[in-house]
């Protein structure tokens, strides 16, 4: 089964950029998706098909993906943004939903 | 405006069948799958699997003997059975429309998340 891999947590300070990778053999090939989930909140789609942002999402989030990463990159971190983000993708052969393991954002 | 809400016993004794509704609103099942996701506490997402308007299914491997999942499209509403649980089932539990198909879909939106808890 395909398997997508997250550092488990990022820290940075308030106005930086935050970058969290998603790794997965060939996940260039792939449509990622990303998710926001605040403690105690359903997950919230923020990036979907590598870069398109839903309505309602800021433009300081944006996405890209490319070989063998995908990432979600959060500009001007605001205290606001802490959260998991999850990446997803379908696996192609088996049709399977296939989330990463998480990345813990901390602004410090 | 689409929304989804998960419905169902709280509580589940271990050994027995733990059974959840989604209900939509504001919109009809076709075209899209409705999917069923569960996080454990203090753990990540996992995908249980989707069901489409047809009622063709499709489920995570190591749990496909113990769930099945059913649609019915008059009420809107699609539901999760998963049998014989244990502790390891008690998770928080979603259901979520996966839209833009099979290979390559996003879920775009979610309910809010029923609390499942198998203790005797």
């Known amino acids: 089964s395909y398997v997508l891999t997250q550092p488990p947590s990022v820290s940075l300070a308030p106005g930086k950029t935050a970058k969290i990778t998603c790794g997965g053999n060939n996940i260039g090939r792939k449509s990622v998706h990303w998710y926001q989930q605040k403690p105690g909140r359903a997950p919230v789609l923020v990036i979907f098909?590598?870069?398109d942002r839903p309505s309602g999402i800021p433009e300081r989030f944006s996405g890209s993906n490319s070989g063998n990463t995908a990432t979600l990159t959060i500009s001007r971190v605001e205290a606001g943004d802490e959260a998991d983000y999850y990446c997803q993708v379908c696996d192609g052969g088996s049709d399977h939903v296939v989330f990463g393991g998480g990345t813990k954002l901390t602004v410090l | 405006q689409v929304q989804l809400q998960e419905s169902g016993p709280g509580l589940v004794k271990p050994s027995e069948t733990l059974s959840l509704t989604c209900s939509v609103s504001?919109?009809?099942?076709?075209?899209?799958?409705w999917t069923w996701i569960r996080q454990p506490p203090g753990k990540g997402l996992e995908w249980l699997g989707y069901?489409?308007?047809?009622?063709?299914?499709n489920h995570k491997s190591s749990l496909k003997s113990r769930v099945t999942m059913s649609i019915d499209t008059s009420k809107k509403e699609f539901s999760l059975k998963m049998n014989s649980v244990t502790a390891a089932d008690t998770a928080m539990y979603y259901c979520?429309?996966?839209?833009?198909?099979?290979?390559?879909?996003?879920?775009?939106?979610w309910g809010r998340g029923t609390m499942v808890t198998v203790s005797s």
């Open positions: 979520a429309r996966l839209a833009g198909g099979v290979g390559s879909g996003t879920l775009d939106i």
């Open positions: 504001g919109d009809s099942l076709g075209t899209f799958h």
């Open positions: 098909y590598d870069s």
């Open positions: 069901i489409d308007y047809t009622g063709n299914t």
